[in-house]
T-cell receptor, first 114, second 113 residues
Framework: GEDVEQSLFLSVREGDSSVINCTYT??????LYWYKQEPGAGLQLLTY?????DMKQDQRLTVLLNKKDKHLSLRIADTQTGDSAIYFC??????????????FGKGTKLSVKP | DVKVTQSSRYLVKRTGEKVFLECVQD?????MFWYRQDPGLGLRLIYF???????EKGDIPEGYSVSREKKERFSLILESASTNQTSMYLC????????????FGDGTRLSIL
């Protein structure tokens, strides 16, 4: 079945770039999403990319999509301690009865060291 | 701005109680979802709804039911709470369009004693 895989942990130093990677299996996914979850809070939508795009940039965030390899990445430039959180990758489901359903990875915990 | 509100941030109940978790969205979204989040297991979909009075089972519906009497409100019901239902519960909503990202509430941390 469909699956979304992410590494569980990433540690970087403040000011460095962070790259969080994700692989997915459903080649018919229309949209792919990145969410951020701070401790004790819900998931906050960070950005999303349409499957016919290769890249999307939004301030410090850059999303890269390699559709051939089914690989999605989120780059955070100039990482700050406030970026410490869990980051979830998600893909849209596109078969019968699944309108609006997403498949989530298990999340990557980003730790930013001062 | 998008707003999904869950009625409680923290809740403590006893085994066997009937527990109601409420979720309200103000974006006129058609779709609403209930997840639970546990360490190491990520988000697991319990139930979802595409429209008023409609409901669909997710991946782990056992021990839960839902109610959607109005478009803006989606309730999760634990019929007889058990300790293995101690978890973080997240509600989300999304519009019925192609982009349709889900928007989440702040979550309810439920403890069953």
């Amino acid at each position: 079945g469909e699956d979304v895989e992410q590494s569980l942990f990433l540690s970087v130093r403040e000011g460095d770039s962070s790259v969080i990677n994700c692989t997915y299996t459903d080649s018919s996914s229309t949209y792919l999403y990145w969410y951020k979850q701070e401790p004790g809070a819900g998931l906050q939508l960070l950005t999303y990319i349409f499957s016919n795009m290769d890249m999307k940039q939004d301030q410090r965030l850059t999303v890269l999509l390699n559709k051939k390899d089914k690989h999605l990445s989120l780059r955070i430039a100039d990482t700050q301690t406030g970026d410490s959180a869990i980051y979830f990758c998600a893909e849209s489901m596109n078969y019968g009865g699944s309108q609006g359903n997403l498949i989530f990875g298990k999340g990557t915990k980003l730790s930013v060291k001062p | 701005d998008v707003k999904v509100t869950q009625s409680s941030r923290y809740l403590v109940k006893r085994t066997g109680e009937k527990v109601f978790l409420e979720c309200v969205q103000d974006m006129d979204h058609e779709n609403m979802f209930w997840y639970r989040q546990d360490p190491g297991l990520g988000l697991r979909l319990i139930y979802f709804s595409y429209d008023v009075k409609m409901k669909e089972k997710g991946d782990i519906p056992e021990g839960y039911s839902v109610s959607r009497e109005k478009k803006e409100r989606f309730s999760l019901i634990l019929e007889s709470a058990s300790t293995n239902q101690t978890s973080m519960y997240l509600c989300a909503s999304s519009p019925n369009d192609r982009v349709g990202p889900q928007h989440f509430g702040d979550g309810t941390r439920l403890s069953i004693l």
